[in-house]
């Protein structure tokens, strides 16, 4: 009890004060029984009451003694017997200390002990025994012969007043609650102790009249054990104040009176000092006999009872003490209220429904009242009663239970749900009010005007009718049917619709249009015309924006064929956001609106075959990620030749989630043809190799990241001793296998063209040269260098390189510089040697790396001399054709529709890469390439293009067919090494130490 609780009580009226009040009055009224002296009495009042103790008379507290039963259900005792201990506490309190002088007029009386004699006593006195206690009396000592006659005096009393039947051995006595009502025990307790306080009276009197007489033992009588129980009882509970402590005492005090009234005030104990267990325990033991004791509880005490145990979860319990038939019709509203919870929560929601229209009214008042203290919700409890009330059938019931719940209730979605199935009422020809209004306009705008006003007059007033309401609703079902099938008038609607999206709480058949075509994919221009609206449209919430749009964003792929990839990802990625966000399933799962999709390019008459491959490659790699497997990442790298940057991100995650590592560095691979190598994508590179003990792959990542002098000291310093730079490679020979291989690094148009330079590009420039009359053969000249002869050498041993029959002056205008036009200058070293010999081998330096100027020639000069069958050029031309083998011949026309599609920058890019794969491939000097492209001033693409090939696997695989894989290898402990990278913050302070 908090302290303002304690202070209202105290200062409350006679009737609401405290127990501790009420004890200090019976012991006030006790004292003055015992005739104390006045100033013993003043000084009681003190201790008891403080500064207001003068101011309680005895009136006061004969009329405060028995105190009417309060809001606490254990008020206990209410029945005020005085017994021996008391006496003798109070007279070892205040008697000694205060001794009280013997009236002159009285005549002192020593009591007399029935046996053994006073002889006896007095002989006892003097050799020193103990005494029993001695109270005083009305000035006298009282003996235990005294206590005696006090105690024969009041079970003379009780038994007058309360005439004690025993029941006979062969049959209980039968108590029934009007036999002993709750009313009438209180008053025949009250009776009990005026009886007992006279009696003690009339004791004292005759005790003073009369010399005492030697009482006899008498045996004791039911209301003697009733007296004891009650005062062990009472005792029990003011030392222990806890169930345990005095349960024995308390069922020991129902056995020796076994009536309603006392059952009652025994699980008012249990209830006040117990826990649940010890308040279910008695409940139940008492129901064994009789459930008569509950009904005479009062009703905030019924209340706690229920409250202890829903509140402990003690339902089964509950329920088979609270539905018995003999009390179903005495339940109190509250335990009404449990029981429609009790058969909700059991999905008996029939049961509930019939029990709650019994008392429709009472029920829901104290739910509203207690709804929130024991955590029932009034629109759960609506919902599930409106619910079963449609079930039977009973609409009015239903739509005034699930009207009153709110829209931010959790149950407003299922409740409209419900009220939106009500029967809609409709004429001959199927149509309801609204439907009947839309026939009769014939212009289509003017139906999407009246279409307008009927959702905007919902949104304006937010209430209509049940049944209105579930007329609207079921015409949204399919609102096109109203509107001529042309996407003019399916934008129009599609626009009305989202305008009036915030209603879907109260029509959740507004966006049901765009729902049933989620997974269906039309004509481009109904397709545009239903979903450009939605990729635009925001819902007013995150979740439903996201998921719309993925939609959106599917359809307008497919409508696209497919030429923006990004969408497809862009759609997969907001779906799975909204997902994450809304915590549970939404209307279409990724697999449905995936399968749509797949089953679209599957069966469209729009797509090409190759067209349609290359969809359904990109579609699968977007379906659920369990489903992608290892294989379709390499197909869909293998077959796509620009694949989006966040779709090698998100298969750059999967393979690392996954563990599969040779996956990562196949996208890593893709990932830098789109750009190029970072120093963290090196960094993972050479954790990969370690991983996979791919050592020469590491050797290679260390090497670039010496190249852009990055390189961690720790391996710098084992680079150094085992460099690269401390060898002399030599130039090795490629066969077809190795170059094939390099060939197939390139993809679609790209391959084409390289195919076609080196199966007849060696050729060319005798062509080009019988065109020009300025060009004439030359005699075969030696080498300048050695260098150069050993790079001359090995191309004349390349099986695949085609052979030229001549060679021819190089022109002054530089129509044959064998310098390219991207390099600024040239070095003198093994490998520009080798870079350059490729381009006059392959004939791209005869038309000076210009394809324009190859299509020019070919467009122009061959076609007019090969016409002219009578001049010399045209004989050379034929000679030159028909020298050509089937391969080199189709090679050639495959150049001549190649130079069509690329510009002159485009194919020195491709043409300057290729050329640097394979002079790398002969001369594996890793860092001096790279460092003479930065000498020659090569572009930036080219140096990355030869970093995207050192790290390749296919030129891992070459290097391995040629044996030179083993010949960098760093010690067993540096590939352990997770840091590969400088910490560039410290490069930068060691270079401005510097």
């Known amino acids: ?401 699930l009207e009153v719940i709110p829209n931010n209730a959790p149950e407003f979605s299922k409740a409209i749900d419900l009220l939106l199935d009500l029967r809609v009422e409709r004429d001959e020809k199927g149509y309801c009010v609204y439907g009947q209004k839309l026939s009769r306009e014939l212009d289509w705008k003017a139906r999407v005007g009246l279409f307008d006003s009927f959702l905007l007059r919902i949104q304006r007033v937010e209430h209509l009718a049940p049944k209105d309401r579930a007329a609207l609703n079921a015409l949204l079902v399919d609102p096109l049917r109203w509107f001529p099938e042309t996407p003019e008038a399916w934008q129009l609607v599609s626009e009305m619709l989202l305008q009036f999206a915030g209603l879907e709480k109260l029509l959740p058949n507004i966006l049901r249009t765009f729902s049933d075509r989620a997974t269906l994919y039309l004509k481009p221009p109904f397709e545009h015309a239903l979903w450009a609206s939605v990729l635009d449209h925001d819902f007013k919430g995150p979740v439903k924006t996201w998921y719309w749009r993925s939609i959106a964003l599917l359809h307008e792929f497919a409508w696209g064929l497919g030429q923006d990839e990004k969408k497809l990802w862009e759609a997969r990625q907001l779906f799975h956001e909204a997902l994450a966000h809304e915590g549970k399933a939404l209307p279409y799962s990724w697999m449905q609106l995936h399968r749509g999709l797949t089953q679209w390019i599957s069966k469209s008459d729009r797509l090409e075959e190759t067209a349609r491959i290359r969809l359904l490659i990109m579609a699968k790699l977007c379906g659920e990620t369990r489903e992608v497997s290892e294989e379709d990442v390499t197909t869909y790298l293998t077959h796509v030749q620009q694949p989006s940057f966040e779709v090698l991100n998100t298969l750059e995650n999967l393979a690392r989630e996954r563990g599969q590592w040779g996956l990562e560095l196949f996208v890593q691979g893709r990932k830098a043809s789109l750009l190029h190598h970072t120093n963290s994508s090196l960094n993972r590179i050479w954790e990969l190799g370690a991983m996979l003990k791919r050592t020469d792959l590491c050797w290679r990542a260390a090497t670039l990241l010496q190249s852009r002098n990055v390189l961690s000291p720790d391996v710098e310093r084992h680079w150094s001793i085992c460099g690269e730079k401390r060898r002399d490679f030599p130039i090795l020979p490629l066969g077809d296998s190795h170059i094939k291989r390099i060939m197939q690094s390139f993809e679609g148009y790209e391959r084409r063209l390289i195919e076609a330079i080196v199966s007849v590009g060696p050729l060319v420039p005798e062509l080009l040269a019988g065109l020009n009359e300025s060009l004439v053969p030359l005699k075969k000249s030696k080498p300048l260098t050695k260098t150069e002869s050993s790079v001359q050498e090995a191309l004349d041993n390349m099986t695949w390189l085609v052979p030229a029959r001549k060679k021819f002056s190089a022109n002054p205008n530089g129509l044959w510089a064998t310098k390219p036009v991207f390099f600024s200058n040239l070095v003198d070293s093994k490998w520009s040697v080798i870079f350059g010999s490729l381009a006059q081998r392959f004939g791209i330096a005869a038309w000076d790396w210009q394809l324009s100027l190859l299509n020019q020639q070919i467009e122009t000069l061959v076609p007019r001399m090969s016409r002219t069958s009578e001049s010399v050029a045209a004989g050379k031309v034929g000679r030159w054709l028909r020298a050509l083998t089937p391969g080199q011949r189709k090679a050639w026309y495959e150049l001549a529709q190649m130079s069509k599609r690329f510009d002159d920058l485009r194919a020195q890019e491709i043409l300057g890469r290729f050329l640097v794969m394979v002079a790398t491939s002969m001369l594996q000097d890793h860092l001096g390439a790279l460092q003479n492209l930065e000498r020659m001033r090569a572009p930036l693409r080219l140096r990355w293009d030869l970093e995207n090939w050192i790290s390749s696997d296919a030129y891992g695989e070459i290097r391995k067919s040629l044996g030179s894989h083993a010949v960098g290898h760093f010690p067993d402990e540096v590939y352990r090494m997770a840091a590969l990278v400088r910490d560039q913050g410290k490069q930068k302070s060691k270079t401005s130490e510097a």
């Open 1 to 401: 009890m908090s302290m303002e609780e304690e202070r209202k009580r105290r200062e409350g009226s006679a009737y609401t004060r405290s127990p501790v009040l009420g004890e200090g009055l019976r012991i006030l009224r006790l004292a003055e029984s015992l005739r104390l002296g006045p100033d013993t009495l003043d000084r009681i009042r003190a201790k008891l009451f403080g500064d207001l103790g003068q101011s309680v008379s005895r009136v006061e507290a004969a009329q405060l003694t028995v105190e009417k039963p309060s809001e606490y259900p254990a008020r206990y005792p209410e029945l005020e017997r005085i017994d021996d201990a008391e006496i003798e506490r109070l007279t070892m309190v205040f008697a000694k200390k205060d001794p009280i002088p013997l009236p002159t007029d009285r005549t002192v009386i020593k009591p007399v002990t029935p046996s053994p004699s006073v002889e006896a006593f007095k002989t006892r006195s003097m050799h020193g025994q103990a005494q029993s206690p001695e109270v005083e009396v009305l000035g006298l000592k009282a003996t235990p012969a005294l206590k005696s006659t006090i105690a024969v005096e009041m079970k003379s009393v009780l038994d007058h007043t309360i005439p004690v039947q025993r029941p006979s051995r062969e049959e209980a006595p039968k108590l029934t609650p009007h036999s002993y009502p709750h009313a009438a025990g209180q008053e025949e307790s009250k009776k009990l102790i005026d009886a007992a306080i006279a009696a003690r009276k009339a004791a004292n009197v005759r005790v003073s009249a009369a010399p005492p007489m030697p009482v006899q033992p008498v045996g004791k009588s039911p209301v003697d054990t009733f007296v004891e129980a009650e005062i062990l009882l009472r005792r029990k509970i003011e030392s222990v104040q806890n169930w345990a402590g005095f349960k024995a005492d308390a069922w020991r005090l129902y056995e020796c009176f076994p009536r309603p009234d006392t059952a009652a005030r025994l699980v008012e104990l249990a209830l006040m000092y117990g826990n649940a267990n010890d308040l279910e325990d008695v409940l139940t033991n008492l129901n064994r006999h009789s459930i008569e004791y509950y009904t005479l509880l009062q009703n905030q005490t019924r209340i706690q009872v229920l409250t202890k145990l829903w509140q402990a979860k003690r339902h089964e319990f509950l329920d088979q003490f609270l539905f018995r038939k003999d009390l179903l019709l005495k339940l109190s509203p509250l335990e009404r209220w449990y029981g429609v919870w009790s058969m909700i929560d059991r999905g008996q929601g029939e049961h509930a429904y019939r029990w709650f229209k019994r008392n429709d009214s009472e029920i829901w008042n104290i739910q509203k009242l207690n709804g929130s203290n024991f955590g029932k919700s009034d629109t759960e409890l609506a919902y599930v009663l409106g619910q079963n009330a449609l079930k039977a059938e009973d609409e009015a019931m239903a739509i005034r239970l």
